[in-house]
């Protein structure tokens, strides 16, 4: 008898012309993958009859190769409409009951005026913080005003912690409180620039939309729970992690961002992946590098430090 190896989620990548992350998200059900994309990662994992939970995916596979079967796939197409109806309506489920709990523990409160009296601020950070009474309120009134002088006296003692992300078009930013929930949210919105031939950011850009999606969500805060944000306990910044930003000894930038939009780099990308037997994307900061170094720019030989938008906003 021979061996037969379950499809993988890289295999399903590949039929359907996507990547894995892309299919990851399918399987998951998210919400960021276009309708004809999904479509396209449903049919590849019929197609390949792959099963999405691998764990009962292997239990299965030795299950069945003991008892001498050639095949642990369903035998016809149906069986696997069926397991995606299922599926779906376990993650309906699910998300129901999240978004149920979520109304019980978090329920909406009216927006707050926008300035209060240095008594009504105090007045209101020394509401009782025990978080255990906030599960089952006897009272709304009495579940909000412990909320928010819970949620407010963590925003001053500064037990939080702000994630900021600068994606392709928006930079985002969310204040996360001591329950690890998101309390707040701010951001500010940035298109690429195509200059000289090459898309890209300034930085000047960067500072700017850093600043006003701070400022939108310290209004946020302040609309929310009526306290002002002066600090966090701790940051994190993610940023876009592929493109070419180049510096020399002073730490000065030698050429503007070119961003992982360009494929400029078609040259560089197939030599760097016939060298190093393995695909170098053209968004890839050795592919810009090698290409800078292919047409001779002059900035070359003054670079002391390469990275890209990520460590370069983490530093």
Not at 221 to 231: D, F, I, Q, S
Not at 293 to 315: F, K, R, S
Request: hydrophobic fraction near 40%; include cysteine.
């Amino acid at each position: 008898m021979t061996s037969q190896r379950p499809p993988t989620l890289r295999d399903v990548a590949q039929h359907a012309g996507v990547s894995h992350t892309t299919v990851s998200r399918v399987i998951h059900g998210s919400n960021l993958v276009a309708p004809g994309t999904a479509e396209l990662v449903n049919s590849a994992i019929r197609d390949l009859a792959y099963l999405p939970n691998t764990s009962a995916q292997a239990l299965a596979y030795h299950r069945l190769r003991s008892a001498h079967k050639s095949s642990v796939l369903p035998s016809n197409s149906s069986d696997y409409d069926q397991l995606f109806r299922e599926n779906q309506r376990l993650r309906d489920k699910l998300a129901a009951a999240q978004e149920q709990l979520r109304n019980q523990q978090i329920p909406v409160r009216p927006k707050p005026p926008s300035r209060r009296a240095p008594g009504q601020v105090a007045e209101f950070m020394n509401q009782p913080a025990d978080r255990t009474s906030l599960h089952h309120p006897t009272d709304e009134g009495d579940f909000m005003t412990a909320t928010t002088g819970s949620v407010g006296r963590a925003i001053v003692e500064r037990r939080t912690a702000l994630g900021i992300e600068l994606g392709s078009t928006r930079i985002k930013a969310v204040l996360i409180g001591p329950d690890y929930q998101p309390i707040a949210t701010g951001g500010s919105s940035w298109e690429n620039q195509y200059v000289d031939g090459l898309w890209t950011y300034s930085l000047d850009a960067v500072w700017a939309g850093l600043q006003q999606g701070f400022a939108a969500l310290a209004a946020d805060v302040r609309a929310r729970w009526g306290v002002e944000l002066t600090g966090v306990g701790a940051l994190g910044v993610s940023a876009m992690m592929h493109g070419y930003l180049a510096f020399d000894d002073a730490e000065e930038l030698l050429v503007p961002f070119r961003t992982w939009r360009n494929t400029n780099t078609n040259e560089a990308a197939q030599r760097l992946s016939t060298c190093f037997g393995y695909n170098i994307p053209h968004r890839w900061s050795v592919a810009h590098l090698y290409q800078a170094l292919i047409d001779g720019e002059a900035h070359v030989d003054q670079i002391t430090h390469l990275t890209t938008l990520a460590p370069t906003c983490q530093a």
